[in-house]
């Protein structure tokens, strides 16, 4: 009883890892990877507990923190008026299944607001969360009535006590997969988060992607759920590349009338989210063979371990091996490379591969389960495409996927970031006069500020060009000063200013 009933906080100032008190939508963005705890979610599996929810109750694993059943037991001591209509609630909503009954409560509390109103963005959800809209009026009585902020605080020990056993694993998981894809700091807005709760079934892992944010909520297990942590977060590296690069996936996907995807639709024991996914199918074979890499035990115990993968149905995970093989002896990013990887794919030889494959019939139970596909926007989509399009030099066919953004979305960040690529491509295309215009509506469409920044290079390197030196040099400072300039543009920055420079003393 002790850990529960003290009131001691205790901090884990690492560079990843910080208790954090709530996961609330307007925290969305930026913001360092963290592995911490939600009031929110907290709050939602207090409620659901005392309405009745046991799965997993008398799992020996909950005596390591006994927070679930003190809470239980100190609820059951109230009468609480508000109860019931959560319990009602509850049994409402109850689904057979143990991890999507959780699962539907767990995407409520990560969509929901602060405590003590719970509420729900206005905007439409997905199908599980749309469902608990009730909930939140619901929450919000009963989080007031059973005095919730208190119970939180009592159990911030046994919750910091759990976490600090992941600490090192955790930070170790992840810093291993930021090197192996030479991932530099900085991730564009986007935000992974792990959030561990003792409160839910014990042994579960469960994944959400809310557009740029990437959530992993943990339960305690018997076992420090490190690899699922790591495919969540290779999952978060690599998706926005699917998204970037889907032309190219698409490409493949249609090679010889989709003869590799009609091996994954046959492949017995694959989740049906990877079948009528393509996409999701690719960035979940580049993680199994990047897991694959990273594994340790041996050549053997790697080539066990794709072997199994391509029989349960990821039927790509060995061409991937020897694509991340190449990937290995040079110097570039995987971000850099990816496409690469995916050109690679000889279709011929992976069916070739894939007849001598004799897919399982069941796969083994899955602690995690398939995530779900990326959520963005169709202008967010269309930007990412374009972006990969343009970095394969198809030109022709970015810009128009760079202009079908004016069409989906008046967001003037959005159109601000089509303008910019519409205005390197016209670079490229050696068509000065319409880049510098493009460049200069990037600017003032207030675009990101990373990206208004090398607008303003961009439009430096053309005033150079025009022998406007003085130009040239005003938009360079101009770049330099811009808050959130990227280190490449500050270094680009300042080679344009000495480049003025030279030009002006020339001229005298």
Not at 84 to 113: M, T
Not at 155 to 175: C, H, K, M, P, W
Not at 379 to 389: H, P
Request: charged share 25%; glycine share 6%.
């Amino acid at each position: 009883m002790r850990a529960f009933f003290s009131q001691s906080l205790i901090g884990l100032g690492t560079l990843l890892l910080a208790i954090a008190p709530n996961a609330m939508p307007q925290h969305f963005a930026g913001g360092e990877n963290q592995f911490s705890v939600s009031q929110t979610l907290f709050a939602t599996l207090v409620a659901i507990n005392a309405a009745g929810y046991d799965t997993g109750i008398d799992s020996p694993v909950n005596e390591q923190y006994k927070l679930r059943t003190q809470i239980r037991e100190e609820l059951a001591k109230r009468k609480l008026t508000s109860l019931l209509e959560i319990r009602s609630f509850y049994q409402a909503h109850k689904k057979p299944n143990g991890g999507a009954d959780l699962g539907q409560y767990i995407s409520f509390a990560l969509l929901a607001g602060d405590p003590p109103k719970f509420e729900l963005p206005t905007m439409e959800l997905p199908a599980d969360a749309e469902a608990m809209r009730p909930f939140s009026e619901m929450l919000a009585r009963f989080y007031k009535e059973a005095n919730i902020e208190e119970l939180w605080k009592r159990s911030q020990e046994a919750y910091a006590v759990a976490i600090r056993n992941y600490q090192d694993e955790v930070i170790n998981t992840l810093f291993e997969a930021n090197g192996y894809l030479r991932n530099p700091s900085g991730n564009d807005g986007r935000r992974f988060q792990i959030y561990l709760d003792l409160l839910g079934e014990p042994n579960q892992a469960q994944v959400r992607n809310y557009r740029a944010n990437y959530f992993v909520v943990i339960t305690p297990s018997s076992g420090l759920m490190v690899d699922e942590i790591r495919d969540a977060y290779l999952t978060y590296l690599v998706d926005p590349l699917s998204f970037k690069y889907a032309a190219a996936i698409t490409e493949k996907a249609n090679q010889e009338k989709k003869v590799l995807q009609k091996y994954a639709q046959d492949a017995p024991s694959l989740d049906l989210a990877y079948k009528d996914d393509f996409q999701l199918l690719v960035t979940k074979c580049m993680v199994k063979a990047i897991d694959s890499r990273l594994m340790h035990g041996g050549a053997e115990k790697r080539t066990q371990y794709v072997n199994q993968a391509m029989r349960e149905g990821f039927i790509l995970t060995a061409a991937f091996v020897e694509g991340l093989g190449h990937y290995e002896k040079m110097p570039d990013s995987f971000k850099q490379y990816y496409p690469e990887i995916i050109a690679g794919i000889d279709v011929k030889k992976e069916k070739r591969r894939l007849e001598e494959v004799q897919f399982v019939q069941t796969a083994a139970p899955k602690v995690a389960l398939a995530p779900a596909k990326m959520e963005i926007s169709p202008a967010e989509e269309s930007l990412q495409m374009a972006e990969g399009l343009y970095e394969q030099r198809d030109l022709e066919t970015a810009a128009k996927v760079f202009r079908k953004v004016f069409e989906q979305t008046a967001d003037k960040s959005m159109q601000g970031r089509a303008y910019y690529g519409l205005a390197r491509i016209a670079i490229r295309q050696n068509q000065l006069h319409e880049a510098k215009q493009l460049f200069e509506r990037t600017v003032s469409s207030g675009s990101p500020p990373a990206i208004s920044a090398w607008a303003h290079v961009y439009l430096g390197r053309i005033a150079l060009a025009e022998h406007d030196n003085t130009k040239a040099t005003e938009q360079f400072k101009i770049a330099l000063a811009t808050e959130g300039i990227s280190a490449l543009a500050i270094d680009a920055a300042q080679k344009g200013l000495e480049s003025s420079s030279t030009e002006g003393d020339k001229a005298k």
